[in-house]
């Protein structure tokens, strides 16, 4: 299809996600013919650098042949079946790797299809542990301001970015929702580097309020993604999992963007040295091929669901596409990759040659912050030094800097203020320089009045 036409029928009947469509009268939508490692590659041939990978869930580049041929093996066998009284050999062989690289003993793997319908498990299943625990009343639950968890109505409770979540409240569940880490705004003058979480008070004194009322606290570990890769450190973690231990509150842990190596370990949580009660994981798990997800949990929480049939104490929730093969084979195909090709083991360099690119950025006038957290880095763009003053919203920085990066060539797509990197794993060091090379160019460009 020609691009003029492509470009006609999508404006005609589709409604694209998280999206002002009125925007696409200045920048139409860029159809992508095909994908090459970290590269897409438009329908005239003009080349973009997925600096976000593809919306956090690409790990080994685009048009991967060891993944190309694990899903056309798979398709060849069966792509999908019903997964109830049903099981198969990618989703034993992906639930046994991953209950052996979690952290803790999380011996349990339910399979959902996407990161919104995980976390609806996890809260799901520890409201239910408790129901079924005697303590009916832990029917809560605790998240942070800033947290984002999902687009679906139980995750979006507990979420905190306002944006998304503001117009839906009245049909929102009620729950708490504690102050969470601001790093680059600490409001007790910290640096992340060397405080103790001192900013964990507030999660905590809600905890202790309310604690027969918790059935459980969610965060993501150490980067709060949607809320512009807000970077805090593990001893948040650590302090969270005492917390939970005393007051017997469940911990779920929200892996779905910072999981799969992201933060230069395969979980967020090993920086902490904790295992959640229920650990969520999705995004990368494919390597950016098919939407899956999973909860892992323990052997204790499964425990307290297993009995006989008319006890009515079963886990009752299902998807359609619950464990789906294709899927499934292409994370078993994942795991090997990381395994057989040393990827976190290449992480560092690249790591460093983020850290060496920091002074660059921070000299320019706009730039507040630039942080970094694995393989994840964000600039924090600000109006004035002085004071850490943020552009007003309604200027639209971040989505100019969207536009002056596609005209380079890269693919960044900042959130509000804060331009971030999170490239697939496998980018080369002469691709993740040309990277910084079109941010820093986009960025200056952008915030130059
Ligand atoms: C993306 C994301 C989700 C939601 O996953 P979807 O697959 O988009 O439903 C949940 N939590 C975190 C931390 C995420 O980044």
Same mark, same amino acid.
Not at 255 to 269: C, D, L, P, S
Not at 306 to 313: N, R
Not at 364 to 367: A, E, K, S
């Given at each position: 299809m020609e691009r003029a036409e492509l470009l006609r029928l999508d404006r005609a009947h589709v409604w694209h996600p998280?999206?002002? $469509?009125?925007?696409h009268e200045l920048l139409p939508p860029i159809p992508i013919a095909r994908g090459e490692g970290v590269w897409l590659i438009d329908v005239d041939g003009k080349r973009y650098l997925d600096g976000v990978s593809s919306w956090w869930v @690409?790990?080994?580049?685009? @048009? /991967?042949p060891r993944l190309n041929r694990a899903l056309i093996e798979q398709a060849g066998k069966v792509s999908h079946h019903i997964f109830a009284g049903f099981t198969h050999e990618p989703a034993v062989e992906l639930a046994a790797n991953l209950c052996a690289k979690a952290?803790? @003993?999380?011996?349990k793997v339910f399979f959902a299809d996407n990161g919104s319908s995980a976390i609806e498990a996890a809260l799901k299943m520890s409201f239910q542990y408790w129901q079924q625990c005697g303590?009916?009343?832990?029917s809560r639950f605790l998240s942070l301001r800033?947290?984002? /968890?999902?687009?679906?109505l139980g995750a979006l409770s507990v979420g905190g970015c306002e944006l998304y979540r503001d117009v839906y409240r009245p049909i929102l569940l009620e729950g708490f929702q504690a102050q969470g880490p601001d790093c680059f705004r600490c409001p007790y003058g910290l640096r992340r580097d060397d405080c103790?979480?001192?900013?964990?008070a507030s999660l905590e004194a809600l905890a202790e309020a309310h604690h027969q009322e918790i059935a459980a606290i969610i965060v993501e570990p150490l980067i709060q993604a949607a809320a512009g890769m807000r970077i805090y450190p593990p001893i948040y973690l650590k302090k969270l999992r005492q917390l939970c231990d005393r007051l017997h509150i469940h911990y779920i842990a929200d892996?779905?963007? +910072?999981?799969?190596?992201?933060?230069?370990?395969?979980?967020? @949580?090993e920086h902490a040295g904790v295992a959640p009660d229920l650990l969520c994981l999705s995004k990368g798990i494919t390597g950016g091929y098919l939407p899956l997800s999973v909860v892992l949990t323990t052997e204790e929480i499964y425990q307290a669901f297993?009995?006989?049939?008319?006890?009515?104490?079963?886990?009752l929730h299902s998807h359609s596409?619950?464990?789906n093969a294709l899927a499934c084979a292409l994370a078993v195909e994942v795991q090997k990759i990381f395994t057989e090709e040393g990827i976190l083991a290449q992480l560092p360099a690249k790591m460093a040659q983020f850290d060496a690119a920091a002074a660059r950025f921070t000299a320019?006038?706009? +730039?507040g912050e630039f942080r970094r957290c694995g393989m994840v880095a964000a600039i924090e763009m600000v109006k004035r030094k002085e004071g850490r003053i943020g552009y007003p919203?309604? $200027?639209r920085r971040g989505y100019q800097v969207y536009q002056q990066a596609l005209l380079r060539g890269a693919l960044l797509r900042p959130l509000g203020n804060v331009i971030y990197f999170m490239p697939?794993?496998?980018?080369s060091t002469v691709e993740l320089d040309l990277l910084l090379d079109i941010a820093y160019d986009a960025l200056r460009d952008a915030t130059s009045p």
């Open positions: 998280c999206t002002q $469509e009125k925007d @690409n790990l080994f580049g685009h @048009n /991967h952290p803790g @003993n999380l011996s303590q009916p009343h832990k800033e947290a984002y /968890h999902g687009e679906t103790a979480a001192e900013c964990f892996e779905i963007a +910072v999981g799969f190596g992201r933060t230069g370990k395969m979980f967020a @949580n297993y009995d006989d049939f008319p006890t009515l104490k079963a886990f596409y619950t464990g320019l006038d706009h +730039v919203w309604q $200027e697939p794993l496998t980018i």
